[in-house]
């Protein structure tokens, strides 16, 4: 594949996953227990072979650090490139094709948690000897048009692009517009196998990340081998307190528990307090969790706020947060959170004793003013941040 440039570009997404995408790209967002998404982007590009790989994104959050942190690849790894703000513009993208300078483009939605051998697909298409052909990804037993994957010649991309320009055509997402003026033209097309998970809502977060981590198949896939990388900066191992528990859970390196984790997934720099007993949740990275707290069915969104000296609790003592009961929905985003799960947001802060039912919301830096004035936040409610309502156009609660 040393004549093959691969480019992966970003989901468009609207406001159905919340504050998981509020700041930052699919790309920036935790999943499998210790990686971003973004690391499985990489590992598919890494062990391809390919001559080099280009990463869109719409998002200034931090992305081309991340990889950066990855430091230099291989002599037999190919350099990726991420290119950020510049997504709707054809000259950029053409000028990219150029330099790159390839004989075959693969193009592909990457931002959603996938595992692709690209050889197997380029040996696909040269064995079909089109120009241009279309791998739609097989989903639950079907191909799906959703999720597809172009593989093109130089010569037939440079064609559509130097076309779109003369036309001046502008779309916010430019390689779906490429895809279609392909499809529109009658591209051939053929359907291939891989693991490819779409995330489109709170809940298909959720249980996917759970099915990585509880079905021994797909576990084996993600973990064997150390195949998969993560760059979330986090050293040291877990460790299991005085007081700590931990029953068919998953503990990532570098947190501490002194509380009773069941059935739950925690992530680097996650401290959970003594006496606080953590049930089916996914607690994000460095979190920290107080003293007699009780979480069932949540998604605790990660903390920025980890220098050292700093206390900054995201839930506090004696707090009860979610519900054992089902089917509850969110009433403001009832097609984005629903099966009781609730969600806490980024850098939320939550005050000692508040409670928190089932199927609630509470957005990115909230939570610390409600709770000064309220302890309850009843099931399928919202607290969402006032200054960002492009975010979040529910009624909430203020």
Known sequence: MKECTIISYPSSKGSSLLSLTDTRSL???PFGGKFRIVDFTLRNTLLSGAKKT?????????LEEYVNRYGPFSEEAPPVKVVSNEFSDLEFCRN????????????????????????DIMKKYKKRRNESLLFKIIINGK???????????????LKVIDKAIKEKRSSPNIFEMIINVMVNRGIK????????????????????????????????????????????N??????????????????????HINGIVENSIIYPGVEIGKDSYIKDSIVLPFVKIGNGSKVTRCIIDE??????????????????????????????FPDALFSSITLIGKNAKISDHAKIGGACFVASGSGEKYFSEKKFLYDGSSIINDPAPRMYKGKGIN
């Open 27 to 29: 790309y920036m967002v």
């Open 54 to 62: 280009i990463i869109y994104n719409k998002n200034d959050d931090g």
């Open 96 to 119: 990219l094709i150029k330099e790159s300078n390839s004989r075959y483009y693969i193009i592909y939605n990457g931002d959603n948690p996938s595992i692709i051998e690209f050889s």
């Open 143 to 157: 191909p799906s048009m959703a999720y597809k994957l172009l593989v093109t010649s130089r010569r037939s991309i």
């Open 189 to 232: 097309k053929s359907s291939f196998n891989a693991h490819y998970w779409p995330i489109n809502n709170i809940p298909d977060y959720y249980f996917l990340s759970r099915s990585i981590i509880e079905d021994p198949g797909l576990f084996k896939i993600v973990f064997d081998g150390s195949r998969i990388e993560s760059r979330i």
């Open 234 to 255: 986090a050293e040291g191992y877990a460790v299991i307190g005085e007081y700590g528990k931990v029953i068919r859970s998953f503990l990532s390196d570098y947190c």
């Open 303 to 332: 903390s920025t706020e980890i220098e050292p000296e700093t206390e900054y609790i995201n839930i506090g003592n004696m707090c009860r947060i979610g519900s054992d009961e089902e089917n509850i929905k969110n009433s403001d």
